[in-house]
T-cell receptor, first 114, second 115 residues
């Protein structure tokens, strides 16, 4: 069974630009969560999508958005990039139902904003 | 207040020795899950072990075991017979049942295994 895939793996953008990151969950998994990891703030939850609906959201500004498609693939978008958005962005997939606990992460997208 | 606390920024252990990584948590949710992940320098988060709040026995997965003390709200990871490949960051995380699949992470412990 293929694992969680994220594209691209590395990205360099300029302040003010926007970026779209993609995450393909494990086959059969319906929930995708996104996390931002920085040296200063550690791992912070961005949002979770389940069956194409956002069902939980972290404390991030509206510049951060996401969506999920009918095949459970998810994208996150960051508009008007700031230097502080430089981070490793991780997505995790899980079945998403009650009492499910396996959460598997992708390799991450390392975003550098210059 | 921090929900997950990992008090050891770094730990050193010699190959083949056992090591315990500390984790304490805070929640008022009676149903929750506790996770440990390993993150090598490549960045990928590797799932190691899970403990549910209602599980009576401590979880074990190969060389990993979770020392779950519910009353003390601690969930320490024990790695037996350390290997050089165990050198990595280790994160403790919690999922509260009220939070869907959301994980709250601690700040991590860097483990270095020496020959």
């Amino acid at each position: 069974k293929a694992g969680v895939t994220q594209t691209p793996r590395y990205l360099i953008k300029t302040r003010g630009q926007q970026v779209t990151l993609s995450c393909s969950p494990i086959s059969g998994h319906r929930s995708v969560s996104w996390y931002q990891q920085t040296p200063g703030q550690g791992l912070q939850f961005l949002f979770e999508y389940f069956s194409e609906t956002q069902r939980n959201k972290g404390n991030f500004p509206g510049r951060f958005s996401g969506r999920q498609f009918s095949n459970s693939r998810s994208e996150m978008n960051v508009s008007t990039l700031e230097l502080g958005d430089s981070a490793l962005y991780l997505c995790a997939s899980t079945m998403g139902g009650d009492n499910t606990y396996e959460q598997y992460f992708g390799p991450g997208t390392r975003l550098t904003v210059t | 207040a921090q929900k997950i606390t990992q008090t050891q920024p770094g730990m050193f252990v010699q190959e083949k020795e056992a090591v315990t990584l500390d984790c304490t948590y805070d929640t008022s949710d009676p149903s929750y899950g506790l996770f440990w992940y390993k993150q090598p320098s490549s960045g990928e988060m590797i799932f190691l072990i899970y403990q549910g709040s209602y599980d009576q026995q401590n979880a074990t997965e190969g060389r990993y075991s979770l020392n779950f003390q519910k009353a003390r709200k601690s969930a320490n990871l024990v790695i037996s017979a350390s290997q050089l490949g165990d050198s990595a960051m280790y994160f403790c995380a919690m999922r509260e049942n009220s939070g869907y699949s959301t994980l709250t992470f601690g700040k991590g412990t860097m483990l270095l295994v020496s020959p």
